[in-house]
T-cell receptor, first 113, second 111 residues
Framework: DAGVTQSPTHLIKTRGQQVTLRCSPK?????VSWYQQALGQGPQFIFQ???????QRGNFPDRFSGHQFPNYSSELNVNALLLGDSALYLC????????????FGPGTRLTVL | GEDVEQSLFLSVREGDSSVINCTYT??????LYWYKQEPGAGLQLLTY?????DMKQDQRLTVLLNKKDKHLSLRIADTQTGDSAIYFC???????????FGKGTRLSVIA
């Protein structure tokens, strides 16, 4: 158990709205990645944060942005929501003695109506 | 681009062995992972193998890697009903680069 928490668990929004999702790693995990998992698909990489900077980014539009705080926790923001943004959003953490392993949180299920 | 392929479904009887297969295209894949996802949950890291290995065993799990054919498999011995889940294969160029996932294999265990 990597002790990663995500909030909220579920969220319902309407098209055009904005959403903020949160991820809190346990101590020692200083790198946070965000993934989007559409129904029936594998997770797709959105971006990765380390030392409060975006280090790598996947093929997602600028509507997806993020932030990492000094305590390593992270937020994912999505603006101008589209129906296609409905998915499970997962954060993955690594760091400390586990730089080869990414541990996932339980996810936030976002539904856009 | 990078691609990871898995068969979508596998059904086995309780007590039998399960073998889940995966192929990948990226020659620079250094780490290959297996994750398990139960309904409504996040992904649980089961095991991973470094590309200079060809086998790794961890209790009931055995991972085989054929780097020449870019083929990875996960064998679960004595499969139990609690093993029913979706299993994802993923690859990474190095331990801290983004994971590229397959679409997952749904394992159903029949009692």
């Amino acid at each position: 158990d990597a002790g990663v928490t995500q909030s909220p668990t579920h969220l319902i929004k309407t098209r055009g709205q904005q959403v903020t999702l949160r991820c809190s790693p346990k101590s020692g995990h200083d790198t946070v990645s965000w993934y989007q998992q559409a129904l029936g698909q594998g997770p797709q990489f959105i971006f990765q944060y380390y030392e409060e900077e975006e280090r790598q980014r996947g093929n997602f539009p600028d509507r997806f942005s993020g932030h990492q705080f000094p305590n390593y926790s992270s937020e994912l923001n999505v603006n101008a929501l589209l129906l296609g943004d409905s998915a499970l959003y997962l954060c993955a953490v690594m760091g400390g003695s586990s730089y080869n392993e990414q541990f996932f949180g339980p996810g936030t299920r976002l539904t856009v109506l | 681009g990078e691609d990871v392929e898995q068969s979508l479904f596998l059904s086995v009887r309780e007590g039998d062995s399960s073998v889940i297969n995966c192929t990948y295209t990226d020659s620079s894949s250094t780490y290959l992972y297996w994750y398990k996802q139960e309904p409504g949950a996040g992904l649980q890291l089961l095991t991973y193998i470094f590309s200079n290995m060809d086998m790794k065993q961890d209790q009931r799990l055995t991972v085989l890697l054929n780097k020449k054919d870019k083929h990875l498999s996960l064998r679960i011995a004595d499969t139990q009903t609690g093993d029913s889940a979706i299993y994802f294969c993923a690859e990474s160029d190095s331990g801290n680069t983004p994971l590229v996932f397959g679409k997952g294999t749904r394992l159903s265990v029949i009692a």
